[in-house]
């Protein structure tokens, strides 16, 4: 579930341990609903005509739409030969050269950083003032960062949004973004959560880029007309699928991911709610599984 030496994140929680590392639930029955088999959809390694992601009209964002067809790959050699419509990947190991080729191939591009966490092993690190580091969030080397000191961290998260606009991605995907529910050694509350998500959001579009907004489901209905998709682990298994609605509901992508359930018990009902869904592995390899 992380890069060996740069990890990539999305993780159970905040990263993929829905609820943000700060409680384990046991896992709740899913409902009969997404007991359904998923073989009787399309085959998912097929592009279809409801995958297309265009760019942009000039001067506009790019603005997926539900149910597009999507891959995440956080390590490992990149496979640029999956066929899906969207590639969400490392926005520090991704070059620019293979973002090149998946958007010859008509591929829309996600930039993926950890915008609320730190990573030792990034190669800004030493940019990050220590006074900023608190509490680790339970991966080696990653400490929370103290998200209510706006006027530093924003400079430091614009140079990685300008590191993706400069590749040619079209949007991002900020990592942790859900520090307030978490023991980060700051008594961050949740009205600094949604300036932090905000300001990310405006350095984003400020670049032309999209952005998504990660987990943090509590704050859907205060972020959801801010953002422009969102990306969900583990909605399934905690039984929360629906809270994503009001993003569909606006005509914006949720890209979902379950790692411990198969997706022939959540498929059916993910593609009812038109949730665009994976399984994967923890490691987020290029194996997948579409719905």
Known sequence: MRHPSARPSARPSTRRSPRSCVRRRLLVLVPLLLLAACTSGPDPDEDRPDDLSPAPAPGERWQPAPGVS????????????????????????????????????????????????????????????????????????????????????????????????????????PDNMDAYRNKSGFPLTAEDQLKYNRLIAKLAHDRGLSAGLKNDLDQIPDLVGVFDFAVNEQCAQYDECGRLTPFIAAGKAVFHVEYEIPANRFCAGTRELKLSSLEKKYDLGAWRKAC
């Open 70 to 173: 999507w891959q995440w790959q956080l390590t490992g050699k990149l496979d640029t030969s999956v066929k899906a419509a969207v590639y969400d990947v490392d926005g520090f190991t991704t070059t620019k050269e293979q973002v090149a080729e998946l958007k010859a191939a008509g591929r829309r591009t996600i930039c993926y950083l950890s915008t609320g966490a730190w990573e030792d092993f990034r190669p800004d690190a030493g940019a990050f003032p220590q006074a900023l580091r608190g509490e680790g969030n339970g991966w080696e080397g990653e400490r929370w960062l103290d998200i209510r000191r706006l006027a530093e961290l924003e400079p430091l998260i614009a140079k990685r949004f300008d590191m993706c606009r400069d590749k040619g991605f079209d949007a991002v995907e």
